[in-house]
């Protein structure tokens, strides 16, 4: 190792992906995911078994992203683990394991925010990407999260907005799962929304204050529509199914885009960097393209597998704490809330 170079292992548990991933300089050199297929079956994550699933994963997963990186353990400079926010169980398996890695190799420590993880995503050095530059509005949509944070640097962040219950993705697969589609849902309602009618069907936007976003009326309304609907046609769905998918994403796609309208109109910023799952719906896409325009906006999309659950954002963000030496204490705990 030339002693220049910064070697950094991240390590990702919070939810239900198993994740390594090495950086060298803020360059990936591998980025290893096991996703946890065991909660297909349940329509959602079940917290045990995601906490067994690390369990079984974490040392293949560790080690495939070392030796894809090209590199030995030795090699490390520091190891940068998930401390929160996430499942308390699932955070302890990579919490345990970085700890008695960095231990083992006395390299440092360092204790990672998910949520800012999601966010500074942008930031690993990626050919053809071009990265925000301070301030900027970041947004993270995901299964687990929807929030709109002002980000005025690496570790100067505020959340601004977020959701007062169920996340956008949630309501994406919860919906689905009321269609009859497979866990996760969000892929496939975005896949026959293409197909369909947006404005088949009319679902409620809910009224939120300020920059807050609330999912679980949607979820409730789609609940009474279908039951409605189906009294007087058992085939409701299977002869709607486009329409419906169609109709649901293009009310997701106005509340997220008239959201976040209001944040730039807010903040002035209009710089806007999305991560998360959700991220991938190619409505949210296409209307963030058409808004870029009409109002000047410019965004950043990072490549997909930086997006989702991954660990090679729990390493980019390792790399600017191993720079300021912002290192972490052996007897630090896991943190299932977690704010920063
Ligand atoms: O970031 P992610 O992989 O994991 C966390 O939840 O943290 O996000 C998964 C979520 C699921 O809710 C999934 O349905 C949703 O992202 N998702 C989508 C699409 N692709 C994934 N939702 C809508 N449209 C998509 N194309
Ligand atoms: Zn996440």
Same mark, same amino acid.
């Given at each position: 190792?030339?002693?220049? $170079? ?21 360059? +990936? ?35 495939? /992203? ?9 090699? =490390? ?10 499942? #308390? ?44 530059? &301070?301030?900027? =509005?970041? #947004? ?66 809910? $009224? ?65 960097? +999305? ?35 991954? /660990? /090679? #954002? +729990? ?14 204490? /052996? ?8 704010? &920063?």
């Amino acid at each position: 190792m030339t002693s220049q $170079n910064i070697y950094i292992l991240g390590i990702e548990s919070s939810c239900d992906d198993t994740a390594a991933a090495v950086l060298c300089n803020g360059k +990936i050199l591998s980025n290893v995911v096991a996703t946890q297929k065991i909660h297909e079956e349940y329509g959602g994550v079940v917290p045990e078994l995601a906490s067994r699933a690390h369990q079984q994963n974490i040392v293949p997963v560790i080690h495939q /992203a070392i030796e894809k990186a090209g590199i030995t353990k030795e090699d =490390l400079s520091g190891v940068a683990f998930t401390r929160g926010p996430g499942l #308390m169980g699932s955070l302890l398996v990579g919490i345990s394991f970085a700890k008695s890695m960095a231990m083992a190799l006395q390299i440092p420590l360092i204790e990672v925010n998910h949520m800012q993880a999601h966010l500074l995503a942008h930031f690993i050095e990626e050919d053809g990407f071009e990265k925000p530059s &301070f301030p900027f =509005l970041g #947004m993270t949509i995901s299964g687990g999260h929807t929030q709109i944070v002002k980000v005025d640097d690496y570790f100067d962040m505020e959340v601004i907005g977020e959701t007062l219950d169920d996340a956008v993705g949630e309501a994406f697969d919860k919906c689905g799962k009321m269609l009859e589609l497979p866990y996760p849902a969000g892929p496939l309602i975005d896949k026959y929304a293409k197909q369909g009618n947006p404005k088949a069907f009319q679902f409620p936007q809910p $009224n939120v204050k300020d920059l807050d976003f609330s999912f679980s009326g949607l979820k409730t309304s789609m609940l009474y529509f279908l039951q409605r609907e189906m009294e007087k046609n058992p085939k409701f769905i299977e002869e709607n199914l486009v329409d419906i998918c169609a109709s649901f994403q293009h009310t997701i796609v106005k509340i997220i885009l008239n959201k976040l309208k209001k944040a730039v109109k807010q903040t002035g910023i209009n710089q806007i960097a +999305i991560g998360g799952g959700v991220s991938a719906n190619s409505g949210i896409r296409e209307a963030l393209k058409i808004t870029e325009k009409q109002w000047g906006w410019k965004t950043y999309v990072p490549k997909f597998e930086y997006t989702t659950d991954n /660990a /090679a #954002m +729990i390493a980019i963000v390792g790399h600017y704490k191993f720079l300021k030496k912002d290192f972490t204490d /052996a007897s630090i705990s896991a943190k299932s809330r977690y704010r &920063f």
